[in-house]
């Protein structure tokens, strides 16, 4: 029996999706955690390419059941195309479910998540994708919220809703936008209810009851801790918790029962939206990265911004998260370049720092680099630790030993057998 969460060291887009297809062909349970459709987990296997926003990735073992947890904000029109298109590759999408308690994405937010953000001065710009995932999450620290439950029960939906729009609708007013009318949503919802009514269910006793008979079980969470709402570059962040201490809360499994935190870690760093990014080339190497690593974002197809392992980062997370393993994907990326460098610390002022500072530090940080030398050959058909150039195994060790945490896997390609499992 395992429970493992599966969560991005980074600052998102670390090839989680990734892992957890991989695990999940062994997993009785896959549990989304957090977050909503504002980020996309790509997924490459037999069946096609994927790019997912709220499905679990477990969603292509039909032995696997998915769930779409509490901690969550959900968009069913997002969730019922993503579906459809996995359903049309001929893969089952009979074993998703939704928590009773994940919180409903309207039209509103949506367009008050646009609002918001083209409001803010440039340089204070979050970079969100205007989902609604933000003013969602704000509607749920409000107490004000709908969620999936609600969509189940009419009457109580009406009066959930004449509570909230008056004030959505004054928000709305302010922006210069149109006012949602009732009948609407509830017509929208009545549609929602059709589709994905059987599937809303209450998750705790089945997560119980896999728990206590020692069931495989994922927690898979969406971005990475840099934009965590507590310990990431706030107020650059998401708006909700994908730590380990977010899967807990979000999945609803208590912290000591997690026996195993994967952090997955780029072998050099990327990253979509605002705030400061030490790393970060503005260079032909960071050209290079993104155009070999395809780095374009999931959801969007925003360019990512692109820069060299930042260990100072890393080690934080690894710290906050407790990481049991470290899985590093994305080697195959840096086979082709003659030098390699890796942040180890920070210069801020005239002050050397290996602790990552908050966001202010961060935005004055230069980083401070050690430097190695490319193995220059194809790493991709590498398929065990011995298989891989000395060289790269010597800059993935160093990884592991800047991180403070044990190699488990490295991914060398984006199908599901480039992947090298490590002997601990």
Sequence with gaps: MSITAIVGAQWGDEGKGRIVDYLAQKANLVIRYQGGDNAGHTVINEKG???????????????????????????????????DAIHASGVTTDNIFIDLRAHLILP???????????????????????RGIGPCYSDKATRIGIRAGDILDPARLRTRLEMLLPKKNRELEYFGLPHTD??????????????????????????????????????????????????????????SNPTSGGA???????????????????????????????TELLDS???????VGAEYGATTGRP???????????NYSCWINGFTDLAITKLD?????????????????????????????????????????GWLCSTAHARTWEDLPIKAQTYVLRLAELVGAPIKFISVGPERDQIIIMDK
């Design 182 to 239: 009732i009948e609407q949503v509830m017509e929208l919802c009545a549609r929602w209810k059709h589709r994905f009514g059987p599937n809303i269910i209450d998750s705790v006793p089945i997560v119980r009851q896999a728990v206590l008979e020692k069931k495989e079980i994922l927690l898979e969470g969406q971005l990475g801790i840099m934009r965590d709402l507590d310990w990431g570059i706030y107020p650059y962040s998401t708006s």
């Design 285 to 291: 190497d960071g050209e290079k990265l993104r155009a």
């Design 49 to 83: 390419k994927f790019a997912l926003h709220i499905v679990p990735s477990g969603i292509f073992n039909p032995e696997t059941m998915c769930i779409v947890s509490a901690g969550t904000v959900v968009n069913f029109d997002t969730m019922a195309i993503e579906l």
């Design 333 to 373: 990326i840096l086979d082709s370049f003659e030098r390699i460098k890796i942040c180890i610390a920070y210069r801020i002022d005239d002050t050397i720092v290996t602790d990552l500072p908050d966001t202010i530090g961060q935005e004055k940080a230069e980083p401070i680099y050690e430097e190695w030398e």
């Design 304 to 314: 990512r911004r692109c820069g060299w392992f930042d260990a100072v980062a890393a």
């Design 108 to 130: 509103f937010h949506k367009l008050l998540d646009g609002a918001e953000e083209e409001s803010r001065k440039e340089n204070w710009a979050v970079g969100t994708t205007k």
């Design 248 to 278: 807990c809360s979000g999945a609803g499994i208590a912290p000591s029962r997690i026996d195993t935190v994967v952090g997955v870690v780029k072998a050099y760093s990327s990253s979509v939206g605002g705030g400061p990014f030490p």
